[in-house]
């Protein structure tokens, strides 16, 4: 980890921070997917027939859970030691909060799956 | 200091003398309640919210006993509707969400290896809001004035005054004062995990029960403030008029619904999580081995909290939203299945690899986790729409409800209360008692609650005082009667154990040879929490780490002694846990019930329209929190650093973002800025429901001259706060004085501009919702611009006072990073108010 070779991802700092950023796209994605049909169906008092803008929405924010997953992936292997990682030790720390980041991110893609689905099946404000 | 000296026995016990003095509780009959020690605030907490319970219990059971045949007449409509009202209420405001908080302000520091929270006297004041608050509400049923709208209190029916009673005022006012009360727990806690962990325990080491707590106190910044915000605007309804609800004139009763349920559906997980984090604690401890999982159990209480917030429409199914609308809350309330799902596997799953002592906190665990799963399933129906219109108000939503609470909190917190009842009292429970009354309340509460699945099948529909004989629903009604008074029974027996354990032994030292921190106190009470703060290298440090409890207790790790008489605890860094600085904990002291009482006085006056009355308790108030911050905060010491053993010197002053302070600044005006957000949403939500919104008639008002020009002294106040702070670390003091007396001009200028746009126009705000929320909206910024000039007034005096210095700058610090908040606040509005009539 220290050798001077490390990737852009490796150079990266792990924080609280970065743990809460794929539910936090999810949330993002959900407010506008809901506000998006609220006011187009408010407003405008017709649902989009192709909402492009919600296609996009959903592509971006799935691209940006699935890196985030992906960076969470490698930290989580970098200088790999056999399991349990439980020790109070720097790598360890990184390797737990890369670890439930992954997790989050594995669960934030489904969940933005789950709030693009509706639009698949429905096609009106009724 | 080095370890060596440790082997001395006397210097031990003249540290242990020093320590004991200085943490010792006063004393008497009066001066025992200014008491702010953790160990003595949270047992009155915990006490007084478990009284409530036992108070709502009853209401339950006259309810019950009114249900237990047709047409009963035991009670009449009104009484029924202040019973269920209360009940309500009472178990969510008073019972708990409270008891989760006083429960984690007894172990959080005994879990952290800390002598007390970060700031004690805030938790002795939540306490006393919350005492005063609860009598308040509850005791409003005795005098037949007690809220009857639903513990949801939907508008029209409740702000019309001709409709509903001073029941409405109670709850709104006494329960707002119990949300202050929650948001500083919610303050005290974060702090508390994020910044008072023993040196050495990174994230990854956390115990899982502060993990837990770290996550709930988020979800409540979020959650509380919505519900403070519609309570604002519901008092502006009733007590003066102004239409946020009223349909005839531009308002909307869904956005109370929507205030309401953004609140109120993440404060299902707020009672769930911590009830679930006990298990977190106590399943290792029985499974004898390391909790499985770890990160999964990170991932499923953050990715609950998250998406508990994306389900709140889900209690608006029926009230004809958009499907799309509907569709998408649906599938968070799936979603949100998973999560939960993690964690309950992750138990099984610890279980399972470990050699199980039974016992009878695991098996309150075990027994909860079932009946839980059953509410999860009936959870996961109501979330399918369609499902949810056909079952919508019926006693099936009662059941799954019920389900979910009772295997979610109450079960668990029962398996809390005899696995740390020996930690908070040296003795043991009764097994014997302990699972007799086991099985009564899992027996009674299925046959209570499984029999109201049925019921409201068969179209018994929530909240009716009888019901007639030919829907022949009587017998699962008796049942249900039946199954309540088992449930009673069970928590009699429970209570009975409790009476009986001052005639006990002590037990010994960690009964459940447990290996977390918490364990380490003594059964004969030390108020100090612990003897030396250690150095912790693993989860389970009392099975891991070699003879830790021994250091511990002969002092051998950090801060063994209060050589300068003061109570004190280590902060430290928030990711890695290293040392950061020594900080000196509030002592005994009346302030803060004093500022409770006067707190108080502003709630309970209000709901009698003493307003005069009520605004002297406002000044008191304010009053009160100048002079207890001016006394007890921001001391600077009388050395720069003191030694905490092994080398380590750490300073007894830090400012900015290392200190508790700081977090506490940002994490309230966290708080502060989603009440706003929802003030706002108000804003936006009558333009997406209305055609004309704003009106055309108003839509002049409140021009655009007066809201940018708040905005722009607004702008100065921020940037002259923020360029005094940075003069002063510059030791330009005199620069710095003079930019802080600027800020205060600029604040109390954009107190009067910003009222002057609504005011000069001349808008009415009881004719329509547009001026009535352009007026909130101005109000609110304006009271934020009078708090500034405030703080920059107790800046200006700690300065000239000698008590603020170049070096010694906390305060100024954290009076910027509530100026940032304001400019934020103030933009938001200036645009809203002055920029959206001309788009929209």
Redesign the interface.
């Known amino acids: 980890m220290k050798d001077g070779h490390e990737k852009w991802h490796e150079r990266l700092k792990v924080t609280l921070w970065t743990l809460i950023v794929p539910p936090t796209v999810w949330a993002a994605h959900f407010l506008f997917s809901y506000l998006w049909a609220a006011i187009s169906c408010a407003k405008a008092g017709r649902f989009a027939t192709f909402p492009w803008l919600f296609v996009i929405g959903t592509v971006l924010a799935l691209a940006a859970i699935a890196l985030s997953g992906w960076i969470a992936w490698h930290q989580e292997r970098m200088a790999q030691t056999p399991p349990p990682h439980e020790k109070g030790t720097d790598i360890d720390r990184l390797r737990f909060l890369a670890k439930s980041t992954l997790l989050l991110a594995g669960l934030s893609f489904v969940a933005v799956l789950f709030t693009a689905l509706p639009v698949v099946f429905l096609g009106d404000c009724l | 200091m080095s370890l060596h000296d440790q082997d001395d026995p006397a210097l031990r016990a003249a540290q242990e003398e020093r320590l004991r003095a200085v943490w010792e509780p006063p004393k008497g009959l009066f001066l025992r309640w200014t008491d702010t020690n953790n160990n003595a605030v949270g047992v009155w907490y915990v006490l007084t919210a478990f009284v409530f319970m036992l108070f709502a219990g009853v209401l339950a059971l006259v309810m019950r006993t009114q249900l237990a045949v047709p047409e009963n007449d035991l009670v009449d409509p009104g009484t029924f509707n202040q019973l269920f009202t209360l009940h309500g209420s009472v178990m969510m405001f008073l019972f708990a969400v409270p008891m989760f908080e006083a429960v984690s302000i007894i172990l959080l520091p005994q879990l952290l290896g800390a002598r007390d929270l970060p700031f004690p006297r805030l938790s002795a004041f939540g306490y006393w809001s919350f005492l005063i608050g609860g009598v308040f509400v509850s005791g409003s049923i005795f005098f037949d004035v007690a809220p009857d709208g639903g513990w949801f209190m939907y508008p029209p029916l409740t702000t019309r005054t001709d409709l509903s009673g001073l029941g409405a005022d109670i709850w709104m006012l006494g329960l707002s004062f119990i949300e202050v009360s929650s948001v500083a727990a919610a303050v005290e806690l974060i702090v508390g995990v994020l910044k008072c962990r023993p040196p ?6 956390m115990p899982m029960y502060a993990w837990y707590i770290l996550v709930v106190a988020v979800m409540i910044l979020f959650a509380f403030p919505p519900l403070i915000a519609g309570d604002v605007l519901f008092e502006m309804e009733r007590l003066l008029d102004w239409p946020f609800f009223d349909a005839s004139r531009g308002g909307d009763p869904l956005l109370w619904q929507h205030l309401f349920w953004i609140f109120g559906h993440p404060e299902v997980y707020i009672v769930f999580l911590p009830s679930i984090a006990l298990f977190a604690m106590l399943v290792p401890t029985f499974a004898r081995r ?1 909790l499985l999982g ?3 159990i ?2 499923a209480a ?2 609950t909290a ?2 508990s ?2 389900l709140w429409v889900h209690h608006m199914f029926a009230t004809g ?5 509907l ?6 309330s ?2 949100v299945a ?2 939960t799902a993690v964690q309950i596997f992750v138990f099984i799953a610890t279980l399972w690899a470990g050699r199980v002592v039974w016992s009878t906190p695991l098996l309150y665990a075990t027994g909860s986790l079932a009946i839980f799963v059953i509410g999860g399933l009936t959870g996961v129906m109501v979330a399918v729409a369609p499902f949810d219109w056909q079952a919508h108000d019926t006693y099936f939503i009662v059941a799954h409800l019920h389900y979910v609470l009772i295997g979610g909190t109450l079960m668990p917190l029962f398996a809390g209360l005899y696995y740390y009842w020996p930690l908070i009292t040296g003795k043991k429970l009764s097994d014997q008692l302990g699972r007799t009354a086991f099985w009564l309340i899992f027996v009674g509460a299925n046959l209570c609650f499984f029999p109201m699945h049925l019921s409201g099948l068969e179209g018994m529909p929530r909240r009716v005082f009888t019901y007639p004989e030919a829907m022949g629903i009587g017998g699962l009604n008796m049942a249900s009667t039946i199954g309540s008074y088992v449930i009673a029974l069970g928590v009699a027996i429970i209570v009975i154990d409790l009476c009986l354990s001052p005639r006990r032994a002590k037990a010994a030292r960690n009964p459940w040879q447990a290996g977390t921190l918490e364990w380490l106190a003594h059964p004969q009470d030390e108020s100090w929490g612990i003897r030396s703060i250690p150095l ?4 389970y440090p009392i099975w891991d780490q070699e003879d830790f409890v021994r250091k511990v207790d002969e002092g051998r790790f950090f801060l063994p002694d209060a050589e300068e008489g003061r109570r004190e605890t280590i902060i430290t860094s ?3 846990a290293r040392p950061v600085s020594v900080i000196r904990l509030g002592e005994p002291s009346w302030k803060p019930m004093l500022t409770a009482l006067a707190l108080g006085g502003v709630f309970i006056l209000t709901t009698y329209h003493f307003y005069w009355a009520a605004l002297a308790c406002g000044v008191l108030t304010i009053a009160m929190a100048v002079w207890w911050l001016w006394t007890g905060t921001a001391e600077i010491p009388e050395k720069p650093c003191k030694p905490i053993g092994h080398g380590i010197e750490l300073p007894l002053y830090i400012s900015g973002s290392a200190s508790p302070g700081w977090w506490a600044m940002f994490i309230t005006m966290m708080a502060d800025a989603t009440a706003f957000s929802g003030l706002v949403f108000g804003y936006y939500f009558f333009w ?2 209305h055609e004309d919104f704003p009106p055309q008639a108003m839509a002049d008002g409140p021009g655009l001259l007066w809201p940018m020009t708040a905005l722009a002294l607004a702008l100065v106040s921020w940037l002259g706060t923020i360029a005094a702070r940075e003069m002063n670390a510059g030791e330009r003091v005199g620069l710095a004085r003079l930019l802080v007396a600027l800020g205060i001009v600029a604040s109390l200028a954009a107190v009067v501009a910003g009222l002057a746009g609504p005011w000069l126009s001349g808008m009415d705000p009881t004719l329509h919702s547009y001026p009535a929320i352009v007026w909130t909206l101005a109000i609110w910024t304006a009271a934020h611009a009078g708090v500034a000039a405030i703080m920059q007034g107790y800046v200006l005096a700690r300065s000239l006072a000698g008590r603020m210095t170049p070096r010694h700058d906390a305060d100024i610090r954290n009076v910027s990073v509530y100026t940032h908040f304001f400019a934020l606040t103030a933009a938001v509005t200036a645009l809203t108010l002055g920029l959206f009539p001309l788009l929209a």
């Open positions: 050495g325990m990174r994230l990854n080491l390391h770890y990160p999964w990170v991932l953050v990715g998250f998406l917030f994306g939203l958009p499907k799309i609308s569709a998408f809350f649906s599938a968070a799936e979603a998973i999560p912790i290298e693993s989860r928030v990711l890695d997406t429901r």
